[in-house]
């Protein structure tokens, strides 16, 4: 990446969403010159495929699928599958974050249906700060699902999951997961220009 013409460096951030953000947690405590690291609606725990690097295995966080609610729509709503990544079980497939160089930001979706987010970001934070580390900035926004895109996408609240091949419920009211998405656009931006070029604030910018 850092030998892409495009690509300012000397550092990388990173921006990961629902699986992708936990392979950005995971990018994040295994890799260098990586300094800021955002994720939305991510867990804290390896999730979905064990994920291997050099000699290392982390176990995917377990679940139970019989868990699962369908809504009155006849959609899936698998918020409630996910084991708990805290039980010892599962510690193994809880990612490193304290062996990562820089800060993290969580986007926290309060009506997300896909993942536990607040839970994740809670566990992120106190592992970080039990590791003597900064605690991560967490921003939740209310009423917000699964699905935050950039501003002026419409509302994904459902669409068919592309691993279990079924519709699945992903949450989020229409005001306020625009609201969320406009403002997450700006704090994303904020973020990486403070840690990746050093500058504190950035201008509102357009797609």
């Known amino acids: 990446m850092l030998q892409h013409p495009k690509v300012k460096g000397p550092s990388v951030g990173l921006l990961g969403f629902s699986k992708g953000g936990d ?3 995971s ?11 955002v994720v939305i609606n991510a867990c804290v725990a390896n999730t979905i495929a064990p994920l291997h690097y050099k000699d290392m295995i982390i176990p995917n966080l377990s679940s139970d699928p ?4 369908i809504t009155e729509s006849g959609l899936l709503n698998l918020v409630d599958i996910w084991n708990d990544p805290l039980e010892k079980s599962n510690h193994r497939s809880l990612i490193p974050l304290e062996e990562a160089q820089g800060p993290f930001l969580f986007i926290v979706g309060m009506d997300d249906y896909g993942w536990k ?8 934070s106190e592992r970080l700060q039990a590791h003597g580390k900064d605690r991560p ?17 419409p509302l994904c609240r459902a669409s068919v999951h592309s691993v279990l091949g079924h519709p699945v ?7 306020a997961h625009s609201r969320a998405q406009v403002d997450a656009w700006q704090q994303i931006q904020t973020f990486f220009h403070k ?13």
């Open 137 to 153: 900035q967490i921003i939740y926004y209310p009423g917000t699902g699964h699905c935050i895109d950039p501003p002026y996408f």
């Open 23 to 25: 392979l950005c947690l």
């Open 117 to 124: 987010s607040e839970f994740y970001a809670q566990i992120a």
């Open 169 to 175: 419920f992903y949450g989020g009211e229409p005001k």
């Open 27 to 37: 990018m994040a405590s295994f890799l260098k010159g990586i300094t800021a690291t």
């Open 66 to 69: 019989g868990k699962y609610k």
């Open 195 to 207: 840690h990746l070029n050093g500058k504190k604030s950035v201008k509102p910018s357009k797609l």
